[in-house]
């Protein structure tokens, strides 16, 4: 499994972006694909996750009512809607792949920065 974010970039606080996740390999058989996020000075930490079906979708508490996760099964691609994002969203954004739902990451992307500017 190979995965690609990019999307990522500067804006403003209370501005949007839409991260992407081009996937390839055996991601039909994967359990979830997720986003995490490391920002400077911090641990990495869980963001997003959806089930291979999309019907089984998780938010960290930090990120509900203002990102969504979502993906294009005929395209292979994860995606992270961010709205009304603030400095403390700053941070390089990760793309997983979990081959059974709920357990660590097997996969990894290279990752996309985000920052936001006050």
């Known amino acids: 499994v190979q995965l690609v974010e990019s999307g990522g970039g500067l804006v403003q606080a209370g501005g949007s972006l839409r991260l992407s996740c081009a996937a390839s390999?055996?991601?039909?058989?994967?359990?979830?694909m997720d986003w995490f996020r490391r920002a400077p000075g911090k641990e990495r930490e869980f963001v997003a996750r959806?089930?291979?079906?999309?019907?089984?979708?998780a938010y960290a508490d930090s990120v509900k009512g203002r990102f969504s996760i979502s993906r294009d099964s005929a395209k292979n691609t994860l995606y992270l809607h961010m709205n009304s994002l603030q400095p403390e969203d700053t941070a390089v954004y990760y793309c997983?792949?979990?081959?059974?739902?709920?357990?660590?990451?097997?996969?990894w992307g290279q990752g996309t920065q985000v920052t936001v500017s006050s």
């Open positions: 997983a792949v979990s081959l059974r739902y709920g357990d660590p990451p097997d996969y």
């Open positions: 390999g055996r991601t039909s058989s994967s359990g979830s």
């Open positions: 959806i089930s291979s079906s999309g019907l089984g979708i």
